[in-house]
């Protein structure tokens, strides 16, 4: 894990967005290759007053773990990462450990890795293990459960896989999406996950067909609501306080600056046929569908977060939805596309479309 760790130190030294990261991408082959030791575990013990947990080693996935036990620390964490954590220390909540031979390591619990370096001149039975932080981009590597990525490590390292390229374009984790993330014990809707941890939506298959709606007026219909919420909700069950029309996404329509969402919904003129590329910005939550799909999940209460997926349409109109909603503090909201002959760019007012009466 030496190049991990280069990594790793790289990450405390510059800051971005209020955290002490550098962008990486780090592939789960690097992370493989530079790991001594891989080994299943579970949570054993919580002491959140303390800010201690162990982690008894189960299956050993690759070297020899000398660990039935590890003590882990994680108060002396970076940021609000200590605050984070305490709730994915459920007993029994699976976890998976990366170390080397220098006791540097990687922990996968949740759906995050988080970093620890362990007591590398103490005997196992009396070592303890210190976090550092959360690796907030390494959700890009992978971020999928617990056994999902056992399954997949054994599976590459049993030469029945190729490892999964890391996605540049998965959001970086934040505290919102972490206190959002269910934990181990808890009911998990995949649809509903934050955006971080979503697996990231791509439709390329078959181009879809248009619907190419009769008669239809410039701009969009949209439906505006008020009420507190931390994720957008159920849109069909709630009652507009407004509706009306604009000519694209935008706060504008809003009548206040916290506890509202929106629902903006019409038509999409595709020019050519190929795969388009949907991005939604947004501080908070955020979602945007081609018909019944949902092509972008940027979900829960955060600040600004960039998400997006991919779909193969074929040239027409095509019916799209975009959601949004606003708990409080700054707020943001804009849609983005790229596809064939077309770069990433705000989708115009001029192909955007809602039905209108004859």
């Known amino acids: 894990m030496n190049k991990a760790l280069a990594v790793a130190a790289l990450l405390a030294l510059a800051r971005l967005d209020g955290h002490a990261y550098v962008e990486a991408l780090y592939p789960l082959q690097q992370v493989l290759a530079e790991s001594t030791v891989i080994a299943e575990g579970t949570v054993e013990s919580h002491d959140p007053q303390k800010k201690i947990a162990t982690v008894k080693i189960g299956k050993t996935l690759k070297g020899k773990c000398t660990y039935d036990l590890i003590r882990i620390t994680y108060g002396g964490g970076q940021f609000w990462h200590p605050e984070a954590v305490p709730k994915h220390f459920v007993k029994g909540a699976p976890t998976l450990i990366f170390y080397n031979d ?98 990231r939506i791509v439709k390329i298959g078959k181009p879809r067909d248009a619907e190419n709606p009769g008669a239809a007026g410039k701009g969009l219909a949209f439906q505006y609501y008020e009420g507190s919420w931390t994720a957008l909700p159920e849109f069909e069950k709630l009652k507009p306080v407004k509706s009306g029309t604009f000519e694209r996404p935008a706060l504008q329509a809003a009548n206040r600056p916290e506890g509202f969402a929106l629902r903006f919904t019409g038509f999409l003129e595709v020019a050519r046929e190929g795969v388009y590329t949907f991005t939604t910005s947004s501080n908070d939550g955020s979602a945007l569908f081609i018909g019944s799909v949902r092509v972008v999940n940027n979900d829960h209460h955060h600040g600004v977060v960039e ?47 809602r039905p209108v009466t004859p």
């Open 102 to 199: 220098a006791k540097q390591a990687e922990m996968y619990m949740g759906r995050f890795f988080i970093q620890l370096y362990g007591d590398a001149g103490a005997t196992p039975e009396k070592a303890w293990w210190s976090m550092t932080h959360i690796e907030i981009r390494m959700n890009r590597t992978f971020n999928g459960t617990v056994p999902q990525l056992s399954e997949t490590v054994q599976n590459v390292l049993g030469g029945k896989a190729k490892p999964p390229a890391p996605d540049p374009k998965i959001p970086p984790i934040d505290k919102p999406h972490v206190a959002a993330l269910p934990a181990h014990g808890e009911a998990v809707d995949e649809a509903k996950l934050p955006a971080s941890f979503a697996q």
């Open 307 to 353: 998400a997006s997926g991919e779909i193969a349409l074929k040239p027409g109109k095509h019916s799209i939805t975009v959601t949004y909603f606003q708990a409080g503090g700054s707020q943001a909201l804009e849609v983005f596309w790229e596809g064939p002959e077309l770069q990433k760019q705000p989708i115009p007012a001029a192909v955007l479309f």
